[in-house]
């Protein structure tokens, strides 16, 4: 029993040693490198040496064969320090490697030829046999890389190999440069996450070859079939030519069987194999949506906002941070942030002190509802363009609290728009909803009543031929991903608490957009308007609720209905079962942009409609919410509750 345990424990003792020597060959010293290369060299001297020796040949001719010796090694170490043959890290010795080799033997044997040469000319005699100099060096050589490659794959079989049972057997989808490089990386990386097993070719053009001593496979039959051949559980999505549509099949076949998918960006961007591994990242939701990138006028933009004074309130919200980041890339002379959370601006000040820009950023902590607040920000900076993006947003909150999305969305913006006016702001773009479009609840109305106003506004200046007056912009869209309380966030923590995720009705649909591209679009619509149009944004194709939460759950890496509930609670109070981008009044006209429309609606006179806003206004601050409604569903006629109880109102 003590042999037993006595034998047990030493090869515990020298398998942890062996492993911990494996490990440490990848940073050993470079004079340890240095010496194990001089070793070499000694050794294939020697069997040189010994080769002309059984032949009865001399490798060494002259009788300084002490100098020659001394000498030929001093050259070798001197070309490994020019060449730097030992600043490589062995266990990832590549091609690089061998050419520096190359060049470094290359020169030794160049410069005693040379040597050989001018003795023989001068004296007629020679130092070294010419043949026996390039035999030592090829064995140089071959020494040098050889133990390289040793080292290298020894490496990987024995430390690599042990850890294979954990890591995710995957197969990357391309077999060009891009698919190599990703290969490369991932092969390379610490700690590893994936065993690549194979390329997928969907060009059926290389069957039985291989790259990268991994098989490629031909696709044909679909790819999930194909991964579970394999015994694949994951797919990198490496081919760049992929087109959106065929990259959203492979997705979704390989989410209904339950496969993981991998997405990168393109190689090109990259500077080395370790931030090429750490851009191999899950498929995010966002990456699912069906879209084309967007192609901005940055002249038109950049004409508009560079060097110009812009005002930004909402500043610290999803959407009004992001149009302050792209902003401040068409160098503005001044950016002021403006809004009423303070530890959300403060955040955003100290990550916009860190762009490097020409901009001086001032921060501002004011409410839009306070007039008297916001009229020393226009009298001291005098903004040139405002970008209005402060707003209640949240439906059911704003059915609870109508008085709130008055003040708010419409008394708010009402402000802002009266002293754009009086301070001359070229231009202002105010961002608003596609629930503002034929309203079923109280937020959705009130950005409609913020619409309208700043539309009256346009047409009063036109009317009184107002020159230089302000240009009043309106730009409509759906929801945004990852925006501040959108399902998306929503969803992903529901999935984390392992669930359920709750959705409030099965056939429930809504457009979706990126945060950047939203905003992108917001500010090509603000460089184009003239004034007085409301822009519609092209969302897409809309999207399933119940579909967008099952991808979601499929992402990470669960089950829908069987690891991960979807529980339906019914439809929140003004909720509808779908968005809409237009009125049943309304039609659209193209721009030259294809993703941006404007929408036609029809104009109120500015007096009629300025009384009844502020008689709303007025209501709102005595906080009878079915008084507030009621003059909400007078201004906007089209305004019909849902699931709500103000839909006595509309009796």
Known sequence: MKKYFKKQI???????????????LSYLPRWLIVLIDTLVLVFAFIFTFLIFKGTELEYILTSHSVLFVCSFFIVNIFFFWVFRTYSGIIRHSSYVDAVK?????????????????????????????????????????????????????????????NSTNNLIRTVIYGTDANAISVANALKFETPSRFKIVGFVDK?????????????????????????????????????????????????????????????????????????????????????????????LDSKLISKQLKDKTILITGAAGSIGSEIVRQVLHFNPKKVIILDQAETPLHNLSLEVAAIVSKSKIITVISDVRNKEALHPVFSMYKPQVVFHAAAYKHVPLMEENPSQAIQTNVEGTKNLADLSCAFGVKKFVMVSTDKAVNPSNVMGASKRIAEKYVQSLQLKSKQSGVENATKFITTRFGNVLGSNGSVVPLFTKQIANGGPITITHPDIIRYFMTIPEACQLVLEAGAMGNGGEIYIFDMGKPVKIIDLAKKMIKLAGFIPEKEIEIKIVGLRPGEKLYEELLNDTSKTIPT????IMIAEEILNEYESLHIEIEKLIRIAKLFDNSAIVGQMKKIVPEFKSMNSTFQKLDA
Not at 137 to 155: A, D, E, H, P
Not at 278 to 286: C, L, R, S
Not at 592 to 595: A, E, M, T
Request: charged residues 20%; contains cysteine; proline residues 2%.
């Open 10 to 24: 030493k090869d515990k003792v020298f398998d942890k040693f062996l492993r911990l020597n494996f490990n440490n």
């Open 101 to 161: 080799i190359v060049f470094s033997q290359s020169s030794v044997f160049l410069i005693f030829i040379a040597i050989n040469f001018l003795f023989d000319v001068a004296y007629e005699d020679k130092i070294v046999l010419n043949t026996g100099l390039f035999i030592n060096t090829v064995l140089s050589f071959c020494g040098l890389f050889l133990y390289r490659v040793i080292v290298k794959q020894s490496f990987e079989l024995y430390v690599s190999e």
């Open 203 to 295: 060009n059926n053009q290389n069957a039985s070859k291989r790259m990268l001593d991994l098989p490629i496979l031909i696709q044909k039959k679909k790819l999930p079939t194909l991964m579970r051949t394999v015994g694949a559980v994951a797919v990198i999505m490496a081919d760049k030519s992929l087109s959106k549509e065929a990259q959203l099949i492979l997705v979704d076949q390989c989410l209904e069987h339950n496969f993981k998918v991998f997405n990168v960006p393109v190689i090109s961007n990259w500077e080395n194999q370790k931030e090429i591994s750490q851009k191999v990242k899950g498929i995010q939701i966002e990456d699912l949506l069906d879209r084309n990138p967007i192609v």
């Open 592 to 595: 030259y942009h294809s993703k």
